[in-house]
């Protein structure tokens, strides 16, 4: 049973409660949502090889990594807090997939050691004054020119300016504009090279899928 969180606790705290209440109740309505599982094919299709090593940030269930490891490649996954469906995934796939619990920020993950990352709903709740600290993370992981797949809450239309909300269990939650989303990613260090707009089950809701390469770090250091 996961402690109690006070609304003045660390927000790392707040985020791991959120989330662990939410998979224990059966409420991750994300693991069955049609337009999450368009990101991975969306990335497959720029891909080169079908034997390289793609990262899974916030895996949750698995889909995401069951399907990278399906095309052909290997997968070290993660998550705040590891879930019984990792079991089955790693009996089946052996020494093609591995699992690490905590924040990815925190994994102190080998550099340039990913062709690729998937991020499929973690970005738009962290705290936007981590969004970079996050982003480096990933970034720093990624061989240069590695490719990061990136799924945001957005709106079904485009809108001036995104919006903040902050759930009852204390999780913030992100609408990025698509402007928003190539500043951010302009200003860590990644180029968009594909984006598109998916309808959510949830009427006027969409996600901003999108696929950014990363920048090498030799080049920005020459500049």
């Given at each position: 049973m996961t402690p109690a969180v006070g609304a003045d606790a660390p927000y790392d705290k707040v985020l791991y409660a959120a989330f662990e209440r939410r998979y224990r109740a059966g409420e991750d309505s994300w693991s069955r949502e049609p337009a999450m599982r368009q990101l991975v094919p969306l990335l497959l299709e720029r891909l080169d090889s079908r034997s390289g090593h793609v990262l899974d940030i916030g895996a949750g269930r698995g889909p995401d990594t069951v399907d990278l490891l399906s095309a052909g490649?290997?997968?070290?996954?993660?998550?705040?807090?590891?879930?019984?469906?990792w079991d089955a995934i790693e009996s089946r796939w052996a020494d093609r997939v591995a699992f690490l619990e905590g924040d990815i920020t925190e994994l102190h993950l080998s550099p340039e050691t990913f062709d690729a990352a998937v991020d499929n709903g973690v970005l738009h709740h962290q705290d936007p004054a981590r969004y970079l600290t996050y982003l480096a993370a990933v970034r720093r992981a990624l061989r240069p020119g590695g490719l990061l797949a990136l799924s945001l809450f957005s709106t079904?239309?485009?809108?001036?300016?995104?919006?903040?909300n902050h759930a009852d269990d204390g999780r913030i939650s992100r609408w990025f504009t698509e402007s928003e989303a190539r500043q951010l990613l302009g200003a860590a260090h990644f180029e968009v090279v594909a984006l598109e707009r998916i309808p959510r089950k949830l009427e006027g809701l969409a996600y901003l899928l999108v696929i950014a390469a990363a920048a090498d770090t030799d080049d920005e250091e020459g500049r």
């Open positions: 490649h290997r997968v070290t996954a993660t998550d705040l807090l590891r879930l019984p469906d079904a239309e485009e809108r001036p300016d995104g919006v903040a």
